[in-house]
């Protein structure tokens, strides 16, 4: 949870789609280095011991042995995502430091890794590079992130008097006008004043500014579920600890903690769950200015705009009108202390990692205990991964250099066109769509933007990022503050200008893939054109199992319960027929129960919150196993290879935060549920009635089928 606010925001909405893991995932596992100092690509594919001719379920399953041998006791028929990866979930132990493992945090930690090894090679040498050049960036930046006492000295750095303002708020006036310019100049928010400017959903062509939501801090699903009780005193007493820290006596901040939860609780009763958020219907409400003022009756909304540097707009998207009004009600000055004690600590909470070294501890020994992990990462990790999060485009640009390679870019395109034509077919062939309804679902196929490997014009924020090093009075805060102004001045420059839709949201160096609604395109960054998800010296078959597999899974969320509500321009435009949208209804109730009916570690998965991705992977499947056809052969390869691309390990408590935020099923029922349902997995193996895997006919599920 690198808290970069406003980065994050916009990942959940715009780029909500992702494959793998979001960016919530903060911690990367296992140190498994391959021999070889060449490329990824062939390094790492020796490792995977992946790239053989005939990959069967048999030899992947062989093959991911240490030992060459398989001692199976788990039949295919019934546990399919056991029997393909019980040989790798074998060999997986996780470390202390991690909570997670699984091709995408693999492929990460190892990119993560070759982005260290150039930071420490500009870090030993002692060359000068040019002023603004991303070695000398890299180079300074390193030198702040791992300067401690350079750290503590800094604290909150420009940050302080912001804090003094909210503090000293005596009024609720003086209290929002502070968070406001809080917000306005560097993105941080907590209870109001939060927003980002993106694409206008009603017209993909232009920008808006959407008015966020509060920062809830563990969030509405722990807050709200009776089983994580043990986490959310976790987090109180972490609340508690960063008061502390910040001053407070030990009662002061343990009566701080008090109120801020019973106002943390209040909010979250009136706040959207995380699925209601991905529904444009709900989310996508304008405001005029003075609508706006009267949705925040306690509030100087002329004031507050300005401050936040977006007035003068014709209109404000608000996302959570609930949530709005129940923070408008308690802005009064009976809540003023237990509202300033909440921004505290959210900007605390916000700014741990880059300030003194105690608040990042304690940060850091907060999100470890959330998910499971029992030691902490060793110091030079953390500062690595911080230099690297920090210069996204500047390693970005280097990665692209060592890394890519055009032919794969080709051989993956051609692969796209492939499964843009079958899923042309699947729309064809459904008997419940109307000639004009299948029409325009072709033709935002047509239109589909493929982006892959990286930008073609690096982002201006690339070069509006400059670090200033110790030596002439930065410090990490201080550039951490300005990749924050940086951000916001980037967006704030949009409003009015036309959309570019070249731009890119994610690096390249990103293993994960998604669909953007707003521009309806799918994008892959050149990181995740590697094994074991594709290879060049592997079969079309298992390549269709793995890269394949991903981008069936991105064009499907084109008509995900989400992404079905836009047109091929992007724009918020319910274009199906209202008997249609009533069976696509019934589909989905369908599927929500079907995964209702899955359970994990004894919790059931939620079919409403991964409605949109069990779409997604449901219709990849069809996609793929139609793109095969018949050939046994090949369905079993691509089957065991994209069992084998899911496999992953957790920790309980990561699986419990996962099962609580994750808008994807856990692996394990991503892989079997989807083929459960699938009915050339039933012609290629011999799945009968009383087999774990068997699913009715009847009962199978899907969309896109
Ligand atoms: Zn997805």
Not at 300 to 321: F, N, P
Not at 426 to 433: G, K, V
Not at 543 to 562: C, K, M, P, Q, T
Request: net charge negative; charged share 25%.
């Amino acid at each position: 949870m690198r808290k970069k606010i406003i980065a994050v925001f916009l990942a959940a909405l715009t780029a909500f789609q992702l494959t793998g893991c979001t960016q919530l995932i903060t911690r990367q596992i296992m140190e498994k280095q391959p021999d070889s100092e060449s490329a990824v690509g062939e390094g790492m594919e020796e490792d995977r011991g992946q790239d053989t001719e005939g990959g069967t379920v048999e030899g992947i399953k062989q093959e991911s042995a240490a030992d060459g041998e398989s001692s199976s006791e788990v039949r295919y028929q019934d546990d399919y995502y056991e029997y393909v990866n019980e040989n790798i979930l074998n060999e997986i132990e996780l470390d202390a430091t991690d909570a997670h493992w699984d091709w995408f945090s693999e492929l990460s930690a190892y990119v993560s890794e070759e982005m260290s090894d150039i930071t420490r090679d500009l870090v030993n040498d002692e060359n000068v590079y040019p002023k603004g050049s991303s070695e000398q960036k890299i180079k300074d930046l390193y030198e702040c992130v791992s300067n401690i006492e350079n750290r503590n000295e800094t604290g909150l750095g420009e940050l302080q008097e912001y804090m003094d303002a909210i503090r000293s708020a005596k009024t609720i006036d003086e209290y929002v006008m502070a968070l406001a310019k809080l917000s306005g100049d560097y993105g941080f928010s907590s209870i109001i004043g939060g927003y980002t400017v993106m694409q206008d959903r009603a017209d993909s062509s232009k920008y808006a500014v959407y008015m966020m939501y509060a920062d809830t801090l563990i969030g509405k699903e722990y807050i709200e579920n009776q089983s994580a009780g043990e986490y959310v005193d976790l987090y109180l007493d972490y609340i508690c600890d960063m008061l502390t820290e910040f001053g407070m006596s030990g009662s002061e901040a343990a009566k701080s903690a008090d109120e801020i939860e019973t106002l943390l609780r209040d909010i979250c009763a009136s706040t959207l769950s995380a699925e209601q958020l991905y529904d444009p219907a709900i989310t996508y409400n304008t405001y005029t200015k003075e609508q706006l003022q009267k949705l925040y009756t306690n509030v100087d909304v002329d004031d507050m705009l300005r401050a936040l540097r977006i007035d003068g707009q014709d209109k404000y998207i608000v996302m959570d009108v609930g949530q709005a009004e129940k923070i408008n009600s308690l802005l009064v000055e009976e809540n003023l202390q237990a509202l300033k004690d909440y921004s505290t600590f959210v900007l605390l909470n916000d700014t741990a990692e880059y300030s003194s070294q105690n608040y990042a501890r304690l940060k850091e020994d907060m999100d470890n205990a959330l998910y499971g992990i029992t030691q902490r990462w060793d110091d030079e990790r953390v500062y690595m991964n911080m230099t690297q999060d920090l210069l996204p485009w500047d390693f970005g640009e280097i990665y692209v250099d060592r890394h890519f390679s055009e032919k794969d870019k080709k051989n993956v395109e051609d692969m796209i066109e492939l499964i843009l034509d079958e899923y042309e077919d699947i729309i064809m062939r459904q008997t419940w769509l109307s000639d004009a309804t299948k029409r325009k679902a072709v033709r935002k196929l047509e239109t589909m933007q493929v982006k892959i490997g990286y930008p073609d014009e690096w982002p201006a924020a690339k070069d509006m990022m400059q670090v200033v090093p110790v030596s002439e009075g930065g410090s990490l805060m201080s550039n951490m503050l300005t990749s924050m102004q940086v951000a916001i001045d980037d967006s704030l420059s949009r409003l009015g200008e036309e959309v570019d839709r070249s731009e890119w949201d994610v690096t390249p160096q990103t293993i994960n893939a998604y669909y953007s609604p707003q521009n309806n395109e799918i994008v892959f960054p050149a990181a995740i054109l590697q094994s074991p998800f594709y290879s060049g010296k592997r079969s079309d078959a298992a390549n269709l199992g793995g890269i394949g597999y991903i981008i069936a899974h991105e064009v499907s969320h084109a008509f995900d319960s989400s992404g079905s509500l836009y047109d091929e321009y992007g724009n918020y435009n319910v274009w199906w027929t209202d008997e249609e949208r009533e069976e696509y209804a019934r589909l989905t109730q369908s599927i929500i129960d079907y995964y209702n009916g899955y359970e994990i570690m004894g919790i059931a998965v939620d079919g409403e919150l991964t409605l949109m991705e069990n779409i997604a992977d449901l219709g990849a499947v069809t996609c793929i196993a139609a793109i095969i056809g018949d050939d046994e052969e090949a369905l079993d390869e691509a089957f065991g290879q994209m069992a084998y691309n899911w496999a992953s390990e957790d920790t309980a408590s990561y699986m419990m935060y996962l099962i609580n935020t994750d808008t994807h099923a856990p692996n394990k029922i991503r892989v079997n549920a989807v083929l459960s349902s699938c009915d050339a997995f039933y012609e290629i193996y011999d799945i009968s009635e009383s087999d774990g895997m068997y699913v009715a006919p009847e009962d199978r599920v899907g969309i896109w089928r």
